[in-house]
């Protein structure tokens, strides 16, 4: 009996010895998480109250008469400069699409004060536009951060009014996804409305202007989600540049043209939409099996592009063919010239209206891709 006593009291004092052990290694000092928390936080909250004083809902109107606007975006200002009056004039950055149609700005801020503003102008480079007023209010200028200090995975933060006024100036936050040349993808909530608002660091520097978001509505399409795109902070600087008239070197040649490429045209057609398609299958087949795709992927990709555009197409056909021209049948690649801006260079060279564009200086002309590298 006393054996048997002995076993459970040493079996007892294991199990004790055991969760002491257990708990000792689990402690943690939760000051020190706290500290670092808190340090963050107010970090985060600091840039947004900067933001803040900084970004605007940019108000379009497509009449000087109208008195709502038809559509809005947002802008933040990037520089300012004291008048002899004491006013200040603010020049604020935002998206060419924001700015490029309309007769009519004004620029809503967070204290709800509305101010007239006037397009100073947008590049053909970049969406990028400007938007120039006067206040005698003290508004904060964003800095612009150096181009090396993006980082993937950094966190950042971006401002804007989504969808109406009563959201002016929504504040949300996430990381650097990728960098590109020209955008810096993010996962900081954007929606319509957002676009030309600022996407800035921890810092509060500027690292792009919002532009847009990658989205699908169409069914049997796979959903996207926290894909948002921002013109990086060296492009939004030189299309200033261009703006202001400093980097004549970036301008776009100018062709007062519109064009449309002749293939989408007569894949349209109505009376040749199916054998068109049945040409575009081999070349399409070919070139996936070409990228290591199996030949069954690529061809069952093409049934359903095929298939997609079909169900659609005389919606298309009614679109594409509301142009009124006649393209020969013989015609089947180039650029169709669907409008050609008065006293431009094209129109003072004798470019009309359902001339088409095949070759180029001996560069032969396929596509919209071809045509626009030619220039």
């Known amino acids: 009996m006393k054996k048997i006593m002995f076993i459970v009291i040493t079996i007892c004092m294991a199990i004790s010895l055991v969760g002491c052990n257990k708990k000792k290694t689990t402690s943690v000092p939760r000051n020190t998480v706290d500290i670092l928390e808190s340090d963050l936080e107010t970090q985060m909250c600091n840039v947004a109250e900067f933001l803040d004083d900084a970004t605007f809902c940019v ?6 008469e109208n008195e709502e606007a038809s559509s809005l975006g947002s802008g933040v200002v990037y520089k300012r400069e004291i008048n002899d009056n004491n006013s200040y004039t603010y020049y604020l950055v935002t998206n060419r699409h924001v700015i490029e149609s309309g007769e009519k700005f004004k620029v809503y801020s967070n204290d709800e004060s509305t101010t007239t503003a006037n397009r100073l102008g947008y590049s053909e480079t970049y969406d990028i536009g400007v938007l120039t007023f006067t206040s005698y209010t003290k508004y904060n200028v964003v800095p612009f951060a150096e181009e090396e200090t993006i980082k993937k995975g950094a966190m950042c933060f971006a401002m804007g009014t989504p969808l109406y006024l009563q959201y002016v100036n929504t504040f949300t936050k996430g990381n650097v996804s990728n960098i590109s040349s020209d955008v810096v993808q993010h996962t900081a909530d954007i929606n319509a409305g957002n676009s030309g608002g600022p996407l800035v660091n921890l810092n509060g520097e500027l690292i792009g202007i919002n532009t847009s978001k990658l989205s699908t509505q169409q069914e049997g399409k ?14 939004v ?3 200033i540049d261009e703006i202001e008239g400093k980097n ?3 301008l776009s040649p100018i062709l007062g043209l519109t064009v449309t490429d002749v293939r989408t045209i007569k894949t349209y057609d109505y009376d040749t939409f199916d054998d068109l398609w049945e040409e575009l299958k081999d070349e399409y087949v070919s070139s996936l099996v070409a990228r290591g795709f199996s030949l069954e992927f690529a061809t069952e990709s093409f049934n359903d592009n095929y298939a997609s555009e079909r169900s659609g197409y005389l919606e298309s056909y009614n679109k594409y063919h509301a142009y009124n021209v ?5 015609i089947t690649k180039g650029m169709l010239i ?4 008065l006293n431009s260079p094209s129109d003072t060279a004798g470019v009309e209206i359902g001339d088409v564009v095949t070759k180029i200086n001996d560069i032969e002309i396929t596509n919209q891709t071809d045509f626009s590298l030619e220039f």
Request: aromatic share 8%; no cysteine; hydrophobic share 40%.
């Open 59 to 64: 108000l379009n109107y497509s009449s000087a």
């Open 338 to 341: 669907r409008n050609v801006v």
């Open 222 to 235: 796979p959903d996207i989600d926290g894909m948002y795109m921002a013109v990086k902070v060296d492009k």
């Open 326 to 330: 006649y393209i020969d049948s013989s």
């Open 248 to 250: 004549k070197a970036i």
């Open 237 to 239: 600087e030189k299309a």
